[in-house]
């Protein structure tokens, strides 16, 4: 059986970009065309050139790239009420736009017709068909946008019917059914779509706005009653609560409903890429809960989860996550068993059994440590510097003595000792400062740090923790430029803290390259 096939148009240019806080470049545009073209997708909305003349800009830019897989579209509203469309500024600026294709927007809800638009309900049907038949008449594909149908099917059932009709009689590629306002629900959406897909030759689209959180399944319902074009942004990005999330509706359309989707055969793999790619184009932290795609998305905690994921994966997945590019993380914590710490070395090329004595001793550790406020699932590094210990596979490179830290009148100096060497610095904070006068101490023996970079750095305080002092938990995050490792330190002080996070984050890079390789190739 041939499958059937859902378009995918991609608004995050347009209605992703009127989320707040968001502002893309003209090299942001261009360089998110590009992922979505790669990803595969049927179109990508590039802006609204009537309300926003720097998408001009991108319209003209894009030219200059010749895309694989999906159009360019302009978006754009009907004409004014009284006016020729030739005359009308709104469909000029689509025309300006010079796409192939036109998100075209017009009135479905009789409230809006009358109080808004202040027109008839006559007037707003011939409104529609002469903006889409002119956007038509100039060889342009229209995508009819269909705001507030679902409001306004509520209101009048008929009168939604009609625009549907008129735009599709016109010309209309596809009408894509909005749930502007985004207070519809999944039951709703699929009674309503259903009803008008039996009584128009339409080819139905839906675009829906996430304001009860719903936004991915509406699109779902939509499709199940028998919408074939979905609109939505990727990673859910746009105005309010957000749009509908592509990145969950293109996976779940995919694998789980059977239906062609994107054009690129192999873009799937790179939904994960692509959703990363955007939130650091939009300065947006990415959700570690996101469904599919996010960082806890196959992450297993509890031992339980962990020891029967690797007997068998599908026991708590629900699709094997190299599929979208995800990946599998099993994390050492105090709620792990043994089995996270044999998958966790398995992945570092060291074969161990499950009830091997060691192995307990060093989740006994584990868990003492995390009853004093580390947190490994953060920083899996640390975790792995007490395993190798308790392994015996661990041979102490970095032997911090002494350290002193002067941090006044705009002032951070550090002195340490670090083996045999005594070394001052001075830093941007007292941080920096014992870092810069640590690697002093190390980098004649150990020259490959040189390329070890700090990039992040966090403190927090953990909360309660029994019969101590109120601590801070420091968490380091470090690159070599290919890798990336977090490790942590726990103390009263935060510059201790500090420290300790340090110096497991260089020694970790050192027992993994020095001692560990040599070890694992045998
Ligand atoms: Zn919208």
């Not at 302009?74 to 709104?90: C, H, L, M, Q």
Request: hydrophobic content about 40%; aromatic content about 8%; glycine content about 8%.
């Amino acid at each position: 059986m041939v499958k059937k096939s859902i378009e995918i148009l991609d608004t995050t240019l347009r209605d992703g970009s009127q989320a707040a806080s968001i502002s893309f470049t003209l090299r942001d545009k261009i360089k998110t065309a590009i992922l979505l073209d790669e990803l595969g997708v049927d179109y990508i909305e590039g802006g609204w050139p009537g309300s926003n003349p720097k998408d001009y800009e991108f319209f003209k830019e894009i030219k200059n790239y010749s895309l694989k897989n999906a159009k360019i579209a302009a978006f754009g509203s009907t004409r004014r009420k009284g006016i020729k469309p030739e005359e009308d500024v709104s469909l000029k600026s689509i025309l300006d736009a010079d796409t192939s294709v036109a998100v075209l927007f017009g009135k479905t809800w009789t409230l809006h017709v009358k109080e808004v638009l202040r027109t008839t309900l006559e007037d707003n049907l011939q409104i529609i068909s002469d903006s889409v038949q002119f956007l038509r008449d100039h060889g342009i594909e229209v995508i009819f946008d269909a705001e507030h149908f679902y409001q306004g099917f509520k209101e009048d059932k008929e009168y939604a019917l009609k625009v549907v009709n008129t735009a599709y009689e016109a010309g209309a590629k596809v009408v894509a059914l909005a749930d502007t306002n985004g207070g519809t629900l999944p039951h709703e959406v699929l009674e309503i779509t259903r009803y008008i897909a039996e009584r128009t030759k339409a080819k139905l689209g839906v675009h829906m706005h996430n304001d009860t959180g719903n936004a991915v399944a509406n699109s779902l319902m939509g499709v199940v009653a028998g919408a074939r074009h979905v609109q939505g942004t990727i990673n859910g990005i746009g105005e309010r609560t957000g749009n509908a999330d592509l990145i969950q509706i293109i996976p779940s359309l995919l694998l789980k409903m059977g239906f062609k989707v994107l054009r690129n055969p192999d873009g799937l793999k790179r939904l994960k890429e692509v959703s990363s790619a955007l939130y650091e184009l939009a300065g947006i932290h990415p959700n570690p809960y996101q469904p599919y795609v996010g960082d806890n998305a196959f992450t297993h905690k509890a031992g339980v989860h962990a020891d029967a994921v690797m007997k068998n994966t599908r026991a708590y997945e629900h699709i094997d996550p190299s599929i979208i590019g995800n990946q599998r993380k099993i994390v050492i914590s105090e709620l792990s068993g043994t089995a996270n710490l044999v998958n966790y070395l398995d992945r570092l090329g060291l074969k161990l059994e499950k009830k091997e004595e060691k192995l307990k001793r060093a989740l006994q550790t584990i868990k003492e440590l995390e009853a004093k406020g580390y947190s490994f699932d953060l920083a899996p590094e640390s975790a792995l510097l007490v395993v190798l210990k308790e392994l015996g596979y661990y041979e102490k490179l970095i032997d911090m003595k002494y350290w002193k830290v002067i941090n006044e009148n705009g002032l951070a100096l550090a002195v340490v000792k670090v083996n045999s060497r005594i070394e001052a610095a001075e830093g941007d904070g007292p941080v920096n400062a014992v870092d810069n006068a640590l690697r002093r101490c190390l980098v004649k023996d150990f020259p490959e740090l040189e390329s070890v970079k700090l990039t992040d750095y966090r403190v927090v305080l953990p909360g309660e923790i029994k019969n101590t002092e109120s601590v801070v938990r420091v968490t380091i995050e470090f690159t070599d430029g290919k890798n990336t490792w977090r490790t942590e330190g726990v103390s009263q002080s935060v510059i201790e803290a500090s420290i300790m996070a340090l110096v497991d984050g260089l020694d970790y890079y050192l027992q993994i390259n020095k001692k560990l390789k040599p070890l694992l190739t045998i």
